[in-house]
């Protein structure tokens, strides 16, 4: 299938956009601040000024569709967000597809697609088709930053759900996290201790150093020795791993790959999260492999791409 695709990454602070090809490699990209206190309309423009960038720079080039992956909960049957947190004003509700096909007009032609979904879930189609999980028929993709999130796709498809939340990990109920309030409002969950907001908030608990400010400046202590962010880091990366181990036994993923900033904290994390993961996991789970992401800020752009092509060949 010849032509190319539009790929867009809407993130809480950065939009980035790109023309890919049929193999979903980028062959230009722009990127610019997602502006997202502004609302839908300000988001939405700054893709569409990308767009025509871009488009501007490759005037010979066929354009077939336009793949999207956005912060807040998609139904990705209508290119519509169901639900958002703060980070985008007024985002809950915003016709994605349907606005962008609009603003880009003439540019785009009527047989093309939009293709819009969640950036986690767009993060995991470019790891499961071209990175970590390349070659895998299925894969559970989590990425551990300032949030935790996660992308499931079994036998090649997207797991997206009844209700537009499948793999959201975030919020599966994890033991270690009971003393610690969730981002949802309950207590328990994964993401209360497992995310880089989790993990530090863990570690006051524990009664660091209330000077500190961040789930790095933690890393760093914890590489120095100190005894509150040694526990701190183990302790959370032991919530993530005891909740791969429960995701894994109802899914069976060919594949488990982690990214994000958190994992990049290195051994000190990697390590007791396996050991957690090792000690839940019954004897079936226990060669499955647990990866490092391999794409890093490409994959959602190059999983958006995919998707973009999948849909236009009638295959999301
Ligand atoms: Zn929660």
């Given at each position: 299938?010849?032509?190319?695709?539009?790929?867009?990454?809407?993130?809480?602070?950065?939009?980035?956009?790109?023309?890919?090809?049929?193999?979903?490699?980028?062959?230009?990209?722009?990127?610019?601040?997602?502006?997202?206190?502004?609302?839908?309309?300000?988001?939405?423009?700054?893709?569409?000024?990308?767009?025509?960038?871009?488009?501007?720079?490759?005037?010979?080039?066929?354009?077939?569709?336009?793949?999207?992956?956005?912060?807040?909960?998609?139904?990705?049957?209508?290119?519509?967000?169901?639900?958002?947190?703060?980070?985008?004003?007024?985002?809950?509700?915003?016709?994605?597809?349907?606005?962008?096909?609009?603003?880009?007009?003439?540019?785009?032609?009527?047989?093309?697609?939009?293709?819009?979904?969640?950036?986690v879930?767009?993060h995991?189609?470019?790891?499961?088709?071209?990175?970590?999980?390349?070659?895998?028929?299925?894969?559970?993709?989590i990425a551990v930053g300032t949030g935790v999130g996660?992308?499931?796709?079994?036998?090649?498809?997207?797991?997206?759900?009844?209700?537009?939340?499948?793999?959201?990990?975030?919020?599966?109920?994890?033991?270690?996290?009971?003393?610690?309030?969730?981002?949802?409002?309950?207590?328990?969950?994964?993401?209360?201790?497992?995310s880089g907001?989790?993990?530090?908030?863990?570690?006051?608990?524990?009664?660091?150093?209330?000077?500190?400010?961040?789930?790095?400046?933690?890393?760093?202590?914890?590489?120095?020795?100190?005894?509150?962010?040694?526990?701190?880091?183990?302790?959370?990366?032991?919530?993530?791993?005891?909740?791969?181990?429960?995701?894994?036994?109802?899914?069976?993923?060919?594949?488990?790959?982690i990214t994000g900033g958190v994992p990049e904290?290195?051994?000190?994390?990697?390590?007791?999260?396996?050991?957690?993961?090792?000690?839940?996991?019954?004897?079936?789970?226990?060669?499955?492999?647990?990866?490092?992401g391999?794409?890093?800020?490409?994959?959602?752009?190059?999983?958006?791409?995919?998707?973009?092509?999948?849909?236009?060949?009638?295959?999301?």
């Amino acid at each position: 299938m010849g032509g190319i695709v539009l790929a867009v990454d809407i993130g809480g602070t950065k939009t980035v956009a790109a023309l890919a090809d049929g193999d979903d490699v980028i062959l230009d990209e722009l990127a610019a601040p997602t502006r997202g206190a502004e609302g839908p309309g300000a988001v939405i423009g700054t893709v569409l000024r990308l767009a025509a960038r871009l488009l501007d720079r490759a005037p010979t080039a066929r354009l077939r569709g336009v793949g999207i992956g956005t912060a807040g909960v998609v139904d990705v049957r209508t290119g519509t967000i169901v639900s958002s947190t703060d980070t985008l004003t007024d985002w809950t509700g915003t016709p994605v597809a349907a606005l962008v096909r609009a603003g880009l007009g003439s540019r785009l032609p009527a047989d093309a697609v939009v293709h819009v979904q969640n950036d986690v879930d767009a993060h995991a189609a470019g790891e499961f088709r071209h990175g970590a999980a390349a070659g895998a028929d299925s894969a559970l993709v989590i990425a551990v930053g300032t949030g935790v999130g996660a992308g499931v796709i079994l036998d090649g498809r997207s797991l997206r759900g009844a209700r537009h939340v499948a793999g959201e990990i975030a919020h599966v109920p994890t033991p270690g996290a009971g003393h610690l309030r969730c981002p949802c409002g309950r207590v328990g969950h994964l993401e209360a201790i497992g995310s880089g907001i989790g993990l530090y908030r863990h570690y006051l608990t524990l009664g660091g150093d209330p000077s500190e400010t961040d789930a790095r400046g933690i890393a760093r202590r914890a590489a120095a020795g100190e005894s509150q962010a040694v526990q701190a880091v183990r302790d959370s990366a032991a919530a993530v791993g005891r909740a791969i181990a429960a995701a894994a036994t109802l899914l069976d993923p060919e594949r488990v790959v982690i990214t994000g900033g958190v994992p990049e904290i290195g051994e000190p994390w990697w390590s007791p999260m396996d050991a957690a993961f090792r000690s839940e996991a019954i004897d079936a789970l226990q060669d499955l492999p647990i990866v490092a992401g391999t794409l890093g800020g490409h994959a959602p752009l190059r999983g958006a791409a995919a998707s973009a092509w999948a849909a236009l060949k009638g295959t999301p």
